[in-house]
């Protein structure tokens, strides 16, 4: 089971770009890299999901070096409606009973 | 494409009280999660489901929680008798089978107050 571990909380501007890091040391061979967001009274919603290198979607990248023993969310030109904690998940395909567990997240504070 | 749906999105109940929450996955989703969150804090795992068959259960208090996933669609999770340290939110969250990693996609939670 790979420990994930975040900053507690990040500050930033809007317009500005946000990179929070993830370190996960023990990541094994099969395991997937997933970032999550999550808004007050709302559940956890996928953002990005990448095994190796650089992964983009319209509204952020995910960088894993070749060790994949960290790996980096870029949100680019942040807005105020960004301020949520984001969550980095380590695992691999569900069917081989992996499991990825919710570290307290990254607390991201967008200001005007 | 319906999203998971969960019920009630809110719970007021004494301890020593019972309480179910209901839970219906994305159709088609064969993995279904029950998620406790504490305020402060991430969601944590209590009970996996595969089909109707449990994959890891090792955080559930079997003492007093209990969940079933009748016919691999619908889900639900009991607790009975309820405690203080029970007030949370209750998450449900359903995945597929393709391949790659465990991307889950998450109800909207049951906020439970235990008073």
């Known amino acids: 089971l790979a420990k994930t571990t975040q900053p507690i909380s990040m500050d930033s501007y809007e317009g500005q770009e946000v990179n929070i890091t993830c370190s996960h040391n023990n990541i094994a061979t099969n395991d997937y890299i997933t970032w999550y967001q999550q808004f007050p009274s709302q559940g956890p919603r996928f953002i990005i999901q990448?095994?190796?290198t650089k992964v983009t979607n319209e509204v952020a990248s995910l960088f894993i070096p070749a060790d994949r023993k960290s790996s980096t969310l870029s949100l680019p030109r942040v807005s105020l409606s960004d301020t949520a904690v984001y969550y980095c998940l380590v695992g691999r395909h569900n069917t081989n009973a992996g499991k990825s567990t919710f570290g307290d997240g990254t607390t991201l504070t967008v200001k005007p | 494409e319906a999203g998971v749906a969960q019920s009630p999105r809110y719970k007021i109940i004494e301890k020593r009280q019972s309480v179910a929450f209901w839970c219906n996955p994305i159709s088609g989703h064969a993995t279904l999660y029950w998620y406790q969150q504490i305020l402060g804090q991430g969601p944590k795992l209590l009970i996996q489901?595969?089909?109707?068959?449990?994959?890891?259960d090792s955080q559930l208090p079997k003492d007093r929680f209990s969940a079933e996933r009748l016919k691999g669609v619908d889900s639900t999770l009991k607790i009975q008798p309820a405690k203080l340290e029970d007030s949370a939110v209750y998450l449900c969250?359903?995945?597929?089978?393709?391949?790659?990693?465990?991307?889950?996609?998450f109800g909207p939670g049951t906020r439970l107050t235990v008073l």
């Open positions: 990448g095994y190796k």
């Open positions: 489901f595969q089909n109707n068959g449990v994959v890891d």
């Open positions: 969250a359903s995945s597929d089978s393709g391949t790659g990693g465990d991307t889950q996609y």
